[in-house]
């Protein structure tokens, strides 16, 4: 499902410029495209970096940072450079310091993720290209052991947490990609899903909503 990380990190080599710039696609400031929840307080920017800082040492590493630029779009083959170029003091850790610098558009990064900004799915195609992905697992593994493996802690059913595992279900040739299929949209779908017959959301499907989906949505 979409480019793969090949195309994607060839068209970064060349230079060849996809779909509108960072700064015409993006919907506001950069800690917000990471948390779109955020209400813009001042203290947004910090909340994002103590979020991603998974050790709590006050500063990232490359791993840490790589799920930062995965979330804005950025294929792993560009992640080490633009680290390179956001660890100002070469210290191997971006400090927080560092981190509000990349934020607000003061290091060199911008070409490379200009070269791969493009237009995000809707929930409602990424829903389509989801039930298209499953219709294909299903041929080799039951709705059932699909849904399981879904179900992490074994209690029926599956919250937006889990549902944002999809990425993971996937044989040889056949995987939802990474970046159409980040956690946003992912969540999006989510939201589009959970719903009772009257429209009220519950937080969970059950794997009589699972069913029903695949059924709705496949033909």
Sequence with gaps: VGLSEQVRCGMSAHGAAVGPSWEEDR??????ELDPELRGTANDIAFVFKKY????????DLEEFKTVLI?????????????????????????????V?????STRDDKIIKG???RQLTPDEALKGMMEHIKIL???????????ELDVNRNGTITRSEFLRMRELKIPGHELDELEYNDAI????FALLDKDVKGARKGVLSFKDWKHIFQQNVA
């Design 101 to 105: 610098q990349w934020v607000f558009g």
């Design 71 to 99: 979330k804005l779009g950025i294929p792993t083959c560009d992640v080490s450079t633009v680290f390179a170029r956001i660890d100002l003091n070469h210290d191997g850790r971006l400090s927080y310091q560092e981190f």
């Design 138 to 148: 299903n041929q080799s593994q039951k709705l059932r052991t699909l849904f399981n």
């Design 186 to 189: 992912l969540g999006k779908v």
């Design 53 to 60: 800082d998974k050790d709590n040492n006050g500063s990232m």
């Design 27 to 32: 919907a506001g400031p950069l800690w917000r």
């Design 116 to 118: 791969h900004s493009r």
